[in-house]
């Protein structure tokens, strides 16, 4: 069974920063991509950030490039995503995922990220 525990979300003002963490278990994926998403209010999920472990290959959502990083520390098995600059139109739940099978088949709970104007 695979755990992903997504931590970091906070309350923070325009302009500032957070980063979140998703600390996977139950297994390893040592070339999987693993991904960030977030659904803002009342809107559908969105893709935010992806990173392949085997290739330390990056993309992002043309809303977050030049904001945001996302990273792995292979020791922990852990995904982070460094949030800079950030916007009231980054609010939402953060979400992390791992991509098997041919889709992203595990997901964390989620960890809500509001941005005050």
């Known amino acids: 069974q695979v755990q992903l525990v997504e931590s970091g979300g906070g309350l923070v003002q325009a302009g500032g920063s957070l980063r979140l963490s998703c600390a996977a278990s139950g297994r390893t994926f040592s070339s999987a991509t693993m991904g960030w998403f977030r659904q803002p209010p009342g809107k559908e999920r969105e893709f935010v950030a992806t990173f392949t472990w085997s290739t330390g290959t990056t993309s992002y959502a043309d809303s977050v490039k030049g904001r945001f990083t996302i990273s792995r520390d292979n020791a922990k098995n852990t995904v982070y995503l460094q949030m800079n600059s950030l916007k009231p139109e980054d609010t939402a739940v953060y979400y992390c995922?791992?991509?098997?099978?041919?889709?992203?088949?595990?997901w964390g709970q989620g960890t809500q990220v509001t941005v005050s104007s």
């Open positions: 995922a791992v991509y098997y099978q041919a889709q992203y088949r595990y």
